[in-house]
């Protein structure tokens, strides 16, 4: 089970950022969770929306250039050495982390989530889930 995380890379000038969360909004989309890395020129948004397909047509037709990516979401137990629990038998499979951001919002059991990039996704859903990490599919859309 994975998730579409979409990518876009912003002129980094004040107001950028909003003008796409207004033209989100204004379509119904809202943002799941989100990255937001800048360089001097450049920012990079990595982001989960409710609906990957329709924001993706709608940044499009906004001329903003998109990358969709399969990502997972996660939960990691919410204290001292919870992440360990996830990263461990990831790094023991010869699986790399590339990336890790939280999730805005909450599951049932209250757990903090997060969505992470790794090199071998497929194989990181299944190593995660023999670990007895639960992962989400397409519900991660509505929490």
Do not use: C
């Not at 919870?82 to 038998?89: F, N």
């Not at 071998?120 to 859903?125: G, L, R, S, Y």
């Amino acid at each position: 089970m994975f998730v579409k995380q979409i990518s876009i890379s912003l002129e980094n000038v004040p107001g950028k950022l909003l003008e796409v969360s207004e033209f989100l909004a204004s379509e119904g989309i809202n943002i799941r969770a989100i990255s937001v890395a800048d360089t001097s020129d450049i920012s990079t948004i990595r982001f989960v929306a409710d609906e990957p397909e329709k924001t993706v047509n709608a940044l499009k037709s906004h001329g903003v250039a998109v990358k969709e990516t399969d990502v997972i979401a996660l939960e990691v137990p919410d204290h001292p050495g919870g992440l360990r629990a996830v990263l461990k038998p990831l790094r023991s499979n010869g699986i790399n982390v590339l990336f890790l951001y939280p999730y805005l919002g909450r599951g049932e059991t209250n757990q903090a989530i997060v969505i992470m990039g790794v090199d071998k996704t497929e194989q990181a859903i299944e190593v995660l889930n023999k670990n007895w990490v639960r992962t989400f599919g397409k519900e991660i859309y509505s929490l």
